[in-house]
């Protein structure tokens, strides 16, 4: 049962136009979200998250925006960048404190790509 | 500059061997992951440990075990590697909350393991 799934497999963007990867997640429970992102032989970094109480977070060129309602969180990425082509995974946590802290579900991941 | 290294970054074995899968990280973190990256599925958790000799169960803990003797170190075990154990293994750490509070995982560069 994939409790956080990212719908859409690959992306295509042109240079300098936004991007919006999107995440949908079905346990209620989920109270903080996160995104990262990985290049090719290298391990996930972390890009921007969001908590629950909040509907938007802004970090230079990434906003996340949470619809809880909905379930539903998305990624934009203005303007998308060459360097930008990596895949990208939503995560989800709940019960943030104790020993949980840091117990991610991720989505299958969406393969960004920026033509120049 | 905060690191995970994972001893090997590719390894091929062949069916009913052991396997061991090291990971240290120089953080001080007290949680500590593991992950596999498989292609349509994302990354699943396998084991966590959140202090020295704890250890729990992940999502898809089967075929798999750890060991957590010092803090900086968590080691994946497959104690009879079989051929759909083949994946990129990832290893993360971080803290409990109140100590990092963005709630990122630091990852390793992953392991490719081929199982023949």
């Known amino acids: 049962d994939q409790q956080v799934k990212q719908n859409s497999p690959s992306l295509s963007v042109q240079e300098g136009r936004i991007s919006i990867l999107n995440c949908d997640y079905t346990n209620s429970m989920f109270d903080y979200f996160l995104w990262y992102k990985k290049y090719p032989a290298e391990g996930p970094t972390f890009l921007i998250s969001?908590?629950?109480?909040?509907d938007k977070n802004e970090d230079g060129r990434f906003t996340v925006f949470l619809n809880k309602s909905a379930k539903h969180l998305s990624l934009h990425i203005v303007p998308s960048q060459p360097g930008d082509s990596a895949v990208y995974f939503c995560?989800?946590?709940?019960?943030?404190?104790?020993?949980?802290?840091?117990?991610?579900?991720f989505g299958q991941g969406t393969i960004l790509t920026v033509h120049p | 500059d905060v690191k995970v290294t994972q001893s090997s970054r590719y390894l091929v074995k062949r069916t009913g061997e052991k396997v061991f899968l090291e990971c240290v990280q120089d953080m001080d973190h007290e949680n500590m992951f593991w992950y596999r990256q498989d292609p349509g599925l994302g990354l699943r958790l396998i084991y966590f440990?959140?202090?020295?000799?704890?250890?729990e169960k992940g999502d898809i803990p089967e075929g798999y075990s750890v060991s957590r003797e010092k803090k900086e170190r968590f080691s994946l075990i497959l104690e009879s590697a079989s051929t759909n154990q083949t994946s990129m293994y990832l290893c993360?750490?971080?803290?409990?909350?109140?100590?990092?509070?963005?709630?990122?995982?630091?990852f390793g560069e992953g392991s490719r393991l081929t199982v023949l």
């Open positions: 969001i908590s629950s109480i909040k």
């Open positions: 993360a750490s971080t803290n409990p909350a109140g100590r990092s509070n963005t709630g990122e995982l630091f």
């Open positions: 440990s959140y202090d020295v000799k704890m250890k």
């Open positions: 995560a989800a946590s709940y019960g943030a404190g104790g020993t949980s802290y840091g117990k991610l579900t």
